[in-house]
């Protein structure tokens, strides 16, 4: 018998290769829906797992729809994935046109656009901060004088990721220069138009993630997730860290929220990744949701910490199959994000954890020689590694030793100003 072909939209980064990798050693046929220059980068090692690739323009959804639901029906396709962010709509209505389990195309734009998701959320009952969309200077003013909105609060690209363009804002007078850095961050594959930029009320408290799996419409939390981001005005984060447990009133009072918000953005079959802040007083915002496997090394935070094969999970999902979720191991699990100190060129880099036992991941990408910023965004990241064991303190305390130990030598731009830098440890979150 011949087995369903497995389709990825964008099969680029660590989640995409793992998944190509779970789906191959299963014996699928492996496809890719990709762009000339992104599969340009593909590795020899994906290109060699794929059965074939359609070159199509993600910024034509429409037509790209049309051409990669016909390869896919030439092809066997039983089942179309995706672990971008940007692609999570088009691949809703991919499913929907081959008949294959996804999630709901006539909801899918809500877990990508966070005007929509803010719409959304606010006729669903989700719990989620107070959201302007605003399009010019007097859109601007009206929000900020908006007392739902207040001080401080967030101002934010529409159709963004990686924490790009996000400013907090202290008070009136910082907001039209985050506007406009909001303004100049377009989706990956935006197509011209000015979409606007949102204004938020701002939610105090502790950010966690909840990663959850749906299947026919009933949802299992694999784990919630708190975060390390950085202070200030732009906020990047730093660090994840899994399982935490909650107590038993905010648990249920995160799940009821993201439950919800699973719901109304209309996530049938398929990974989600819920943003939410929880107050003092164990109040649940929801910031944002994604229609898809969390980023940042989370996957591989589940594998190890709870031993559940997410990227077989996600396979038997897309295929319509029960997959299987339930915890193997009962760890921990932790990955920092290596940042640079100051902007300027990175000189050296040393002291960067090896992949060994307790540490099953670690990868760099900054290149030496190469620029290096202050983080203001997650691109800005210049590595990352993952810590693991059977002790929640252990896993954190290891993490930070190993981060210390880690010497960046940033000098200035050539043509920049400033002084040659000391070597110094990585940022971390306070
Ligand atoms: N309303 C808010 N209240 C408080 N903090 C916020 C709010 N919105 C965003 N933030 C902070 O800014 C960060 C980035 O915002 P957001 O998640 O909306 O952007 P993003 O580009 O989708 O980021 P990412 O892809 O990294 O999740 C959040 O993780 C949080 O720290
Ligand atoms: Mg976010």
Known sequence: ????????????????????????????????ATTTTAYADYGPELKGLLAGHIVTDFTRPDRALDEIAAYARRRGVGAVLTVNEYLTELTAHLC???????NDPGRAHAARDKAAMAETFAVAGVRAPYTVLVRDADGLRAALADPSVGFPCVIKPVAGAGSAGVTVVSGPAGAAAAADAARTVAGMYARGGDPGVLVQAYAAGAEYSVESFTQDGNTTHLAV???????????????????????????????????????A??????????????????????????????????????????????????????????????PTTHGYATVRFVTSPRAGRLASLSGLPRVGPGVPFARWRAAIGGPVHEPHANGHRLGSFVVTGPDAAEVE???????????????????????????????IAP
């Open 1 to 32: 018998m011949t087995l369903p072909g497995v389709l990825l939209l964008d099969a680029a980064g660590p989640e995409a290769g793992a998944l190509a990798r779970a789906a191959a050693a299963r014996r699928h046929q492996v496809h890719a």
């Open 96 to 102: 929907a046109e081959l008949g294959v389990p996804g």
């Open 225 to 263: 997730t708190r975060k390390q981001v950085t202070g200030g005005a732009n906020r990047v984060e730093t660090g994840h860290s899994l399982p935490v447990h909650l107590t038993p009133v905010v648990e249920a009072a995160v799940y009821r929220e993201v439950k919800a918000a699973i719901r």
């Open 265 to 326: 953005a209309g996530i049938r079959h398929g990974a989600s990744h819920t943003e939410v802040i929880v107050s003092r007083d164990g109040r649940c915002s929801v910031i944002e949701i994604g229609a898809r496997l969390a980023a940042g090394q989370i996957g591989v935070l589940i594998q190890h910490a709870l031993g559940v094969d997410v990227w077989a999970a996600l396979l038997d999902v897309a295929l319509g199959r029960p997959a299987a979720l339930a």
């Open 397 to 427: 305390e290891r993490a930070d030793t190993l981060l210390r130990e880690i010497r960046i030598h940033v000098e200035p731009h050539p043509n920049g100003p400033g002084q040659v830098s000391e070597a110094s440890t990585s940022a």
